[in-house]
């Protein structure tokens, strides 16, 4: 079955330092993998996505991510992290033949000043 | 082009009460996803239009539950009698028809914040 797991509930990252999210997937084809932003009172935001060619992907906002298929994962990066990114990050991968994404738990990622 | 909207935004409702959440897709796309996310848990799958058709609404959890795509346009997620546990954030998603095998992503709404108290 496909599943998605992020395995850091919680993150907190001083600004201006690097951050990386990572994100495991099990998936039985060549997925689609997304990345996710939810700020508090928002939407969900998508970051950027993988679908094929290039493994690295950049995004909005600054992030870039890394399709690694032997690793089975597709990690999120910043090199400097702003105030302004503090939120919740989904990892999602699919479709599956019915156009359905299965997302991860979630990591909350906190700034200290 | 105008994106995903939902409303409302935020709703509180007492339990037994009857709730009615709306979405507008973006013009065009024929597919429509409801997702639900409950405190603390992930985001998770509720039902998939094909147009005015429910392709799958697998992940509906009981038949308080009932969506509607009249016309193929925007569509409604009714919650009645809405329980403590269906609290939570309700996201709408439409997206493109495949072409071949390419899929061309998900747009989401900003959520419905639905609290049942």
């Known amino acids: 079955a496909q599943s998605v797991t992020q395995p850091d509930i919680h993150i907190t990252v001083s600004e201006g330092a690097s951050l990386e999210l990572r994100c495991n997937y099990s998936y039985g084809a060549t997925p689609y993998l997304f990345w996710y932003v939810q700020s508090p009172g928002q939407g969900l935001q998508l970051l950027l996505k993988?679908?094929?060619?290039?493994?690295l992907v950049q995004g909005i906002k600054g992030f870039e991510a890394e399709f690694k298929r032997s690793q089975s994962s597709f990690n999120l990066r910043k090199p400097s992290v702003h105030w302004s990114d503090a939120a919740e990050y989904f990892c999602a991968v699919g479709p599956n033949r019915d156009d359905k994404i299965i997302f991860g738990k979630g990591t909350r990622l906190h700034i200290l000043p | 082009e105008a994106g995903v909207t939902q409303f409302p935004s935020h709703s509180v409702i007492e339990k037994g009460q009857t709730v009615t959440l709306r979405c507008d897709p973006i013009s065009g796309h024929d597919n429509l996803y409801w997702y639900r996310r409950v405190m603390g848990k992930e985001i998770k799958f509720l039902l998939h239009?094909?147009?005015?058709?429910?392709?799958?609404e697998s992940g509906m959890p009981n038949n308080r539950f009932l969506a509607e795509r009249t016309g193929g346009t925007y569509s409604t997620l009714k919650v009645q009698p809405a329980e403590l546990e269906d609290s939570g954030v309700y996201f709408c998603a439409s997206s493109l028809d495949r072409v071949g095998n390419l899929f061309y992503g998900y747009t989401f709404g900003s959520g419905t914040r639905l609290t049942v108290v």
């Open positions: 239009f094909v147009k005015e058709s429910k392709q799958d």
């Open positions: 993988y679908f094929s060619g290039d493994t």
